[in-house]
């Protein structure tokens, strides 16, 4: 059996909290990401039928039942994840429908998976019904995103138009556009039901005066998106109180969909 902590699985969400944090956008706890393994996978590094412990979900997921994923701590902190990626993550199956999350790895200061494991969790089987490669979720606060959504109409069309009028690389990375919940209590089924029902037509959710969904086929994928939306959100924040001579013009982004081969999302282009 190899070691876990050798594992690329492992390592590369072990980065991506400590990249995510040097961003500022996951201060004290803020934050979370679960990734689905593929069973073959942990296989190499774990023995699969040795549970540590069980924990019940609240919530139910029938087309999770089994599947296994490594998932960051609540009130861990992604600062310290390097230092001490067994207490802050842990990697879990689901059984019972969903019902129970079986602890394979880690959580080793008698943790539990994040308070946001109900979103996440719904996410994935949203994503996965579309997307079947769908691997990653991720939640942090960036503050561009954030800002905005104190100053600008939350109408996803709206929204959308926004972002990709402010960078060239918008509607390429995110043709799709993003959805927008208003604000919601977090850590509930609710906005996790909320949350999976805007994942099915696209990889960014942004939660109003929160912070941002993501999700992707790795970690790559859905911290680019992040990445990228943040930025032209950080644009629109810089500008938008200022008076504008020009902008990306629906024409100018029909040419970005033609060069590129992206179809931006139906109805949001004139
Ligand atoms: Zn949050």
């Given at each position: 059996m190899k070691d876990i902590l050798t594992a690329p699985f492992l390592t590369e969400l072990v980065r991506t909290c400590a990249n995510m944090y040097a961003h500022g956008?996951?201060?004290?706890n803020g934050g979370n990401i679960s990734v689905l393994l593929d069973k073959k996978d942990v296989k190499k590094y774990l023995d699969?039928?040795?549970?540590l412990r069980t924990m019940p979900t609240g919530f139910s997921a029938p087309a999770l039942d089994g599947r296994y994923f490594l998932v960051t701590g609540t009130g861990k902190y992604f600062k310290n994840v390097p230092y001490d990626p067994a207490a802050n993550l842990g990697l879990v199956r689901l059984a019972d429908g969903g019902e129970t999350a079986e602890l394979?790895?880690?959580?080793?200061?008698g943790g539990r998976f994040t308070s946001e494991f109900p979103a996440h969790m719904m996410s994935h089987a949203a994503r996965l019904s579309v997307d079947p490669d769908n691997r990653v979720v991720m939640h942090c606060h960036p503050d561009s995103l954030l800002a905005m959504t104190y100053v600008h109409d939350l109408d996803e069309r709206a929204f959308t138009r926004t972002l990709w009028q402010m960078e060239t690389e918008c509607i390429v990375v995110f043709p799709e556009g993003v959805n927008v919940l208003p604000w919601m209590l977090c850590g509930t089924n609710e906005i996790g039901e909320a949350t999976a029902e805007k994942m099915k037509t696209a990889r960014l959710v942004i939660w109003a005066q929160h912070g941002i969904y993501g999700a992707g086929r790795d970690l790559d994928e859905t911290f680019g998106l992040i990445e990228t939306a943040e930025k032209a959100a950080g644009i629109y924040m810089k500008i938008a109180h200022l008076p504008w001579k020009q902008t990306l013009t629906d024409a100018d982004l029909h040419l970005l969909e033609e060069r590129f081969g992206v179809k931006a999302r139906d109805g949001y282009l004139s």
């Amino acid at each position: 059996m190899k070691d876990i902590l050798t594992a690329p699985f492992l390592t590369e969400l072990v980065r991506t909290c400590a990249n995510m944090y040097a961003h500022g956008w996951d201060e004290r706890n803020g934050g979370n990401i679960s990734v689905l393994l593929d069973k073959k996978d942990v296989k190499k590094y774990l023995d699969v039928k040795k549970v540590l412990r069980t924990m019940p979900t609240g919530f139910s997921a029938p087309a999770l039942d089994g599947r296994y994923f490594l998932v960051t701590g609540t009130g861990k902190y992604f600062k310290n994840v390097p230092y001490d990626p067994a207490a802050n993550l842990g990697l879990v199956r689901l059984a019972d429908g969903g019902e129970t999350a079986e602890l394979l790895w880690g959580f080793t200061d008698g943790g539990r998976f994040t308070s946001e494991f109900p979103a996440h969790m719904m996410s994935h089987a949203a994503r996965l019904s579309v997307d079947p490669d769908n691997r990653v979720v991720m939640h942090c606060h960036p503050d561009s995103l954030l800002a905005m959504t104190y100053v600008h109409d939350l109408d996803e069309r709206a929204f959308t138009r926004t972002l990709w009028q402010m960078e060239t690389e918008c509607i390429v990375v995110f043709p799709e556009g993003v959805n927008v919940l208003p604000w919601m209590l977090c850590g509930t089924n609710e906005i996790g039901e909320a949350t999976a029902e805007k994942m099915k037509t696209a990889r960014l959710v942004i939660w109003a005066q929160h912070g941002i969904y993501g999700a992707g086929r790795d970690l790559d994928e859905t911290f680019g998106l992040i990445e990228t939306a943040e930025k032209a959100a950080g644009i629109y924040m810089k500008i938008a109180h200022l008076p504008w001579k020009q902008t990306l013009t629906d024409a100018d982004l029909h040419l970005l969909e033609e060069r590129f081969g992206v179809k931006a999302r139906d109805g949001y282009l004139s």
